[in-house]
């Protein structure tokens, strides 16, 4: 059974206030960590702090039967991942009791994908945020086992196709709506990599439903979730329909980008859901072409 109350981290972000909305809507009490106020508090209890004290907010964790955490500092530096990121997740584990500990972690653990990923395939460290991800993921899984608070969920998202007043806040879909206005030759490696290459996706309001689901899980370990997936072609394309600008594409080996030029990862990062879906039953119900629709409203709108 859904816990009763959660903790929440993280709640200020794109990921966090997608999952408050949906936790709210689902009538659970909520105690919601956030760096900066937000319009609306109704429904939920706000608290304005960090990872870093923990310790103000125990009595709040003390009375969760779940943790959802959604915080990070989205940095590649060592020293940010290292303290706010790694640690913090640290302290948060040892104050953790009883119930799920869910963690948003990402598709980046994986690297540069050679085929379709499953939960099975190697995590590789690009960078220190990569490291970050996978060293939480680590923690939680250990945590898990050797407390038998619950169970230890790593759920590996997607790009989050952002769409309310946060998107471009360190966002993906708004550099590649940009470069498309502006009317920058988009750089591929080869024609067959602008065919092939894109990315898994999902939007804002697929994501909190499917984190929200997530607390039913009652098996420890990483979870690939997803809305759908997206060539890069198919992306510009239903991007260019609502800006009514046609991309412009450039060739070359190497798919070295020149001054001028905008560049989208050369590869093709295709997930397995099959695990997910089956410990939840998660069905996607915002269509790519929604999701870019809405966006398209709120920046010209």
Not at 46 to 64: E, R, S, T, W
Not at 97 to 123: M, N, R, W
Not at 127 to 154: F, H
Request: charged share 20%.
């Amino acid at each position: 059974m859904a816990a009763a109350r959660v903790f929440l981290t993280g709640a200020s972000g794109n990921v966090g206030q997608a999952v408050l909305d949906e936790l709210m809507r689902r009538g659970f009490d909520v105690a919601a960590l956030m760096r900066s106020r937000m319009p609306d508090t109704k429904g939920y209890r706000p608290i304005f702090g960090d990872l870093g004290k923990i310790q103000d907010v125990a009595g709040d964790i003390m009375n969760a039967t779940a943790i959802i955490h959604c915080a990070s500092p989205r940095s590649a530096a060592r020293q940010g991942v290292i303290g706010a990121d790694i640690e913090g997740t640290a302290q948060l584990l040892n104050a953790w009791h009883t119930g799920p500990f869910i963690y948003t972690s990402s598709q980046t653990v994986y690297g540069i994908p050679a085929k379709v990923l499953d939960e099975d395939c190697p995590v590789s460290a690009g960078s220190w945020y990569d490291l970050g991800k996978i060293c939480n993921e680590q923690q939680v899984a250990m945590a898990a086992e050797q407390t038998g608070a619950g169970p230890g969920i790593s759920l590996r998202l997607p790009l989050v196709f952002a769409t309310g007043a946060r998107r471009r806040d360190r966002q993906f879909l708004p550099g590649v709506w940009d470069a498309l206005r502006a009317g920058q030759p988009i750089l591929f490696g080869s024609e067959e990599a602008l065919e092939n290459a894109g990315s898994v996706y999902i939007g804002e309001k697929d994501l909190g439903r499917a984190v929200a689901d997530a607390l039913a899980i009652t098996r420890s370990g990483p979870f690939n979730l997803a809305g759908g997936f997206t060539t890069w072609k198919a992306l510009l394309e239903i991007l260019a329909q609502h800006a009514g600008h046609q991309p412009k594409y450039v060739f070359r080996a190497g798919a070295v980008a020149r001054p001028g030029e905008f560049r989208l990862p050369q590869s093709r990062s295709e997930y397995d859901c099959t695990r997910f879906i089956a410990a939840t039953g998660f069905k996607p119900n915002q269509s790519l072409d929604e999701i870019a629709a809405q966006f398209v409203r709120a920046e010209t709108g």
